[in-house]
């Protein structure tokens, strides 16, 4: 698993796990984004910017939007598990999938 510093890596490392939780269809017309708590999602954060906490991974499938914090303390696996954990939780309560409970693909090692 690369290491993930920048927002670039940081969509790079998320698109896998959204393309296995999400059905094709819906991964094809999903849209992945970085901005900064506080700030409007139209003004996302360049890709090469450093990732650091404070910022928010948001997401817009089907129509829904929803986002996750990014708590870096402890690691890039545990940092997108709880990604793929809230994004678990938006499928389960979004318009698309209600009830759904996709499981999160598994996330390898960490370095």
């Known amino acids: ?25 819906e991964f094809r017309a999903a849209e992945f984004w970085v901005h900064v708590d506080g700030r409007e999602r139209l003004r996302r954060v360049p890709e090469d910017d450093v ?7 948001g ?19 545990e940092l997108l ?6 994004l678990q939780d938006f499928i389960a309560e979004s318009a698309f999938a209600w009830g759904e409970l996709r499981p999160i693909p598994p996330l390898g090692q960490e370095r």
Do not use: N, Q
Request: zero cysteines.
């Open 59 to 77: 997401w817009s499938i089907a129509g829904d939007d929803g986002d996750s914090w990014l708590w870096l303390g402890e690691g890039e696996r």
């Open 51 to 57: 990732v650091h906490e404070g910022m928010v991974l």
């Open 1 to 25: 698993m690369t290491v993930v510093t920048t927002v670039a890596e940081l969509l790079a490392a998320f698109r896998p796990v959204a393309a296995a939780m999400l059905t094709p269809r």
């Open 81 to 86: 598990f709880k990604i793929a954990d809230d």
